[in-house]
């Protein structure tokens, strides 16, 4: 089975750009997770999914940064304008639906630098 | 608010038992989670508990206490392998993990 697919896998771009990362969570699996990891504030939660839905995006930093899943097999996290504190592995996780979420399925993640 | 806590590192010499505690503080808790990160790796699930109790799988065991608010991992037998990190994660009733920051693990010949 394929895990969950991540893309880019590096991606390396100028202050002001838009970035968007990319990921297909595991079929069959109706939660989805996207997560920031820097080595100050550690694995951080942007915001999930639920069957398509966004039901938390506290985790969000700001409004440069915004995500959709248009169906259940894709989701992107945007960035736009990027910013060089923006820079960090994003991962993106997905799991069975709610009761089962301590579980998770994490993707290899986009290591984001942004210049 | 909510807050873990973990040591930042550890070290055991291959063949130990080593135990990360962990403690927590949140609203709406139901079950503390543990994942194993290489590094340049992804987390990767190892234990959950809901209970109060030991859960064992293979080498590795996780232990909840509720009422203390307090949770370890414990790894036996250790192999150069498991040299990583280990994050506890409270899953609380948002159906949402949080994470703590970490501990690494080194594992020593």
């Known amino acids: 089975d394929a895990g969950v697919i991540q893309s880019p896998r590096h991606e390396v771009t100028e202050m002001g750009q838009e970035v968007t990362l990319r990921c297909k969570p595991i079929?069959?699996?109706?939660?989805l997770f996207w997560y920031r990891q820097t080595m100050m504030r550690g694995l951080e939660l942007l915001i999930y999914?639920?069957?398509?839905?966004?039901?938390?995006d506290s985790g969000m930093p700001e409004d440069r940064f915004s995500a959709k899943m248009p169906n259940a097999s894709f989701s992107t996290l945007k960035i736009q304008p990027s910013e060089p504190r923006d820079s960090a592995v994003y991962f993106c996780?997905?799991?069975?639906?709610?009761?089962?979420?301590?579980?998770?399925?994490f993707g290899p993640g986009t290591r984001l630098t942004v210049t | 608010g909510q807050s873990l806590e973990q040591p930042s590192e550890v070290t055991a010499v291959e063949g130990a038992i080593v135990q990360i505690n962990c403690t927590y503080q949140t609203s709406g808790f139901y079950g503390l989670s543990w994942y194993q990160q290489h590094d340049g790796g992804a987390p990767t699930f190892l234990s959950y508990n809901a209970l109060d109790g030991l859960e064992e799988t293979g080498r590795f065991s996780s232990f909840l206490s509720r009422s203390d608010s307090y949770g370890y991992l414990l790894l036996q037998e250790l192999q150069m392998k498991d040299s990583a990190s280990y994050f506890c994660?409270?899953?609380?009733?948002?159906?949402?993990?949080?994470f703590g920051q970490g501990t690494e693990l080194s594992v020593k010949p």
């Open positions: 996780a997905s799991s069975s639906t709610g009761g089962s979420s301590y579980e998770q399925y």
């Open positions: 994660a409270v899953f609380n009733q948002g159906g949402k993990l949080i």
């Open positions: 999914f639920n069957n398509n839905v966004p039901i938390d």
């Open positions: 079929s069959g699996h109706n939660s």
